[in-house]
């Protein structure tokens, strides 16, 4: 039950999403989908250093900052940057996006809906202060974003 509900809150997300693209012009939806993706991953790398390497003195509130930043880009509405046109290079934006993304919408947003609980459970855990909670959440963000990259992102 919990996996429908996930399929359809992110089918949900995904149609309304899609119907702000004609607002942003493709080689623009190509450059902002990339920056938000760019901008989670580095506040994965925080994390990372702090939870997972120790790298860095932990610091709950940075943790959970980076968190809610991964949570707040992941439930942004991203889908709505992967209008038409933008399956390809467009100007001066290249795309790793496979083309056979577009084609599947019903499974990217499923997997689109695996992120979202992924990062929820992610700012529960840095808000609980658990770093064990963390690094298993961390793990879950990990996850859920492979599981798009190997179907969906070209090298």
Known sequence: MKSVIVTLLGGAV???????????????????RKAGYS????????????VIDGAVEYNQQQVLAAATTIDAIANSGM?????PGTEQNVG??????????F???PDVAE?????NQAT?????AAQADDQGQIR???????QACKACHDKYRMD
Request: glycine residues 10%.
């Open 14 to 32: 995904l149609a309304a999403s899609l119907s702000a693209v004609a607002q942003v012009a493709p080689e623009d939806q190509i450059k902002f």
């Open 39 to 50: 901008y989670m991953s580095w506040n994965m790398g925080k994390i990372k250093a702090q």
């Open 79 to 83: 889908g709505a940057l992967y209008g």
């Open 92 to 101: 001066n934006q290249t795309t790793r996006a496979n083309p056979e993304l």
């Open 103 to 105: 084609n599947n919408f």
């Open 111 to 115: 997997l689109s809906g695996n992120l």
């Open 120 to 124: 929820a459970n992610l700012v529960a």
């Open 136 to 142: 298993a959440a961390f793990g879950q963000v990990g």
